[in-house]
């Protein structure tokens, strides 16, 4: 046996040192934190909640990585996407406010690194949601608001209001929660469900309780 054999393609013919067939091709692994093939403890997080991911590739000119999330979208230099290429040395922060609940794949999107052993899990656990949806057109008449008064004004635009009588733009509205500036437009606009950690998040910048935001609601 010959443990320095290598063959480093493919059955394809394509170079892929860990598709190789040598010994020491069928003996390369890549990881991610030292673990592979899926066996790292999976990362947990919340719907809604802001996470941030650091990525830091190390190794020889054969660690060229394509970070990959299935299921939700990362914020990387006020883009969304959900592929981050990192090279040797190099260190990447990318920011997720996850969406989708469920357990999905984080691996290397080359395809001998994932075969490799590149491949991990996290989990985006389901949070209780408040709906902030407009007042349906059909229901803005004169009546309603006679008969209910306030109750007309939903949250996301009671949200909108207090944020502008604060003179706080939109934008640093969204870093005093600490949420992405995309979200916090979508709320303002009435097209988010949003989780309740968040909206403590968005009183808290507003510098009122919860009752108080939800008064006349």
């Known amino acids: 046996m010959n443990r320095q054999e290598s063959i480093p393609l493919g059955q394809d013919g394509i170079l892929a040192p860990s598709l190789g067939r040598g ?11 030292g673990y592979m093939f899926g066996n790292m403890p999976i990362m947990t ?13 190390l190794g020889d000119s054969n660690n060229f ?8 979208v990362v914020d990387f230099h006020g883009r969304h996407t959900d592929v ?7 260190m990447e922060t990318v920011d997720m406010i996850p969406d989708n609940p469920g ?7 080359v395809s001998d690194h994932m075969a490799g052993g590149m491949v991990a899990r996290y989990q985006v656990l389901p949070w209780p949601t408040v709906v902030c949806r407009p007042t349906p057109r059909s229901a803005e008449t004169p009546n309603m608001q006679s008969r209910y008064g306030r109750s007309s004004n939903p949250v996301w635009q009671i949200l909108r209001e207090r944020r502008r009588k604060l003179g ?7 870093d005093l929660c600490e949420l992405d500036r995309t979200y916090v437009g979508g ?13 403590e998040k968005l009183a808290r910048a507003l510098k009122i ?9």
Request: with cysteine; glycine share 6%; aromatic share 12%.
């Open 168 to 174: 706080v733009s939109q934008e640093a509205f969204a």
């Open 84 to 90: 981050v290429a990192v090279s040797p040395a190099q």
């Open 65 to 72: 990585h394509t970070p990959h999330w299935h299921g939700n």
């Open 209 to 217: 309780s919860l009752s108080e935001l939800f008064r006349g609601v």
């Open 103 to 109: 357990i999905w794949l984080f691996h290397c999107h």
């Open 45 to 57: 997080m919340k719907k809604g909640q802001r996470v941030r991911w650091y990525r830091l590739a």
């Open 187 to 199: 709320i303002e606009r009435g097209e988010r469900n949003v989780a309740l950690v968040n909206i």
């Open 23 to 33: 010994f020491a091709d069928t003996n390369l692994r890549y990881t991610i934190n």
